[in-house]
Nanobody, 118 residues
Framework: QVQLVESGGGLVQPGGSLRLSCAAS????????MGWYRQAPGKQRELVAR???????NYADSVKGRFTISRDNAKNTLYLQMNSLKPEDTAVYYC????????????WGQGTQVTVSS
């Protein structure tokens, strides 16, 4: 049993910044890949960024250079620093984590709303 809880979303102006957090709890030894997904109204869910247990990262082209994903393994927490936000970044952001042993098993948070608007 693993639980993921996102926080840090809110309303910001274009060009502003937000930092999202995802706290993992429950039966945790370690986690494999962790990532952030987002889903905008009327759109499919998409991968925003992902980080491995060793710290290697991948980003969607649309956010590369603006967003930074990181993890604190000691705290079982995932972060997404979002800078230079654009209206098209508006979406519900979801935290995702991979079971390190049974890699087909994934966990999801409840989502946090990010709205970028003047």
């Amino acid at each position: 049993q693993v639980q993921l809880v996102e926080s840090g979303g809110g309303l910001v102006q274009p060009g502003g910044s937000l930092r999202l957090s995802c706290a993992a709890s429950g039966s945790i030894f370690s986690l494999g890949y962790m990532g952030w997904y987002r889903q905008a109204p009327g759109k499919q869910r998409e991968l925003v960024a992902r980080v491995s247990s060793g710290g290697s990262t991948n980003y969607a082209d649309s956010v590369k250079g603006r967003f930074t994903i990181s993890r604190d393994n000691a705290k079982n927490t995932l972060y997404l620093q979002m800078n230079s936000l654009k209206p098209e970044d508006t979406a519900v952001y979801y935290c995702n984590a991979q079971n390190p042993v049974f890699t087909r098993v994934e966990y999801w948070g409840q989502g946090t709303q990010v709205t970028v608007s003047s």
